[in-house]
């Protein structure tokens, strides 16, 4: 994986954490919202898994914010 690629799943992680976090909702309940395995998002904000566009829309629409958020 390119340096460019890693960086971009990085600030994915931390920004749905950041949302999470602000949300007030926890790991296992984000990823019940999402039809992901429990451990789903926590994996995600570690880095360990990637999320697909898909997911993102997902949350973008139950955050109520833009996708690109995500990325910024």
Do not use: W
Request: hydrophobic share 40%.
């Amino acid at each position: 994986m390119s340096s460019i690629q890693e960086q971009t799943y990085i600030t994915i992680g931390k920004n749905v954490k950041k949302y999470r976090l602000l949300k007030n909702i926890s790991q296992e309940k984000l990823s019940e919202i999402l039809n992901a395995n429990s451990k789903f998002i926590g994996h995600v904000e570690r880095f360990e898994r990637y999320i697909s566009l898909k997911k993102l829309i997902e949350l973008a629409e139950y955050f109520d914010i833009p996708v690109k958020s995500f990325f910024e």
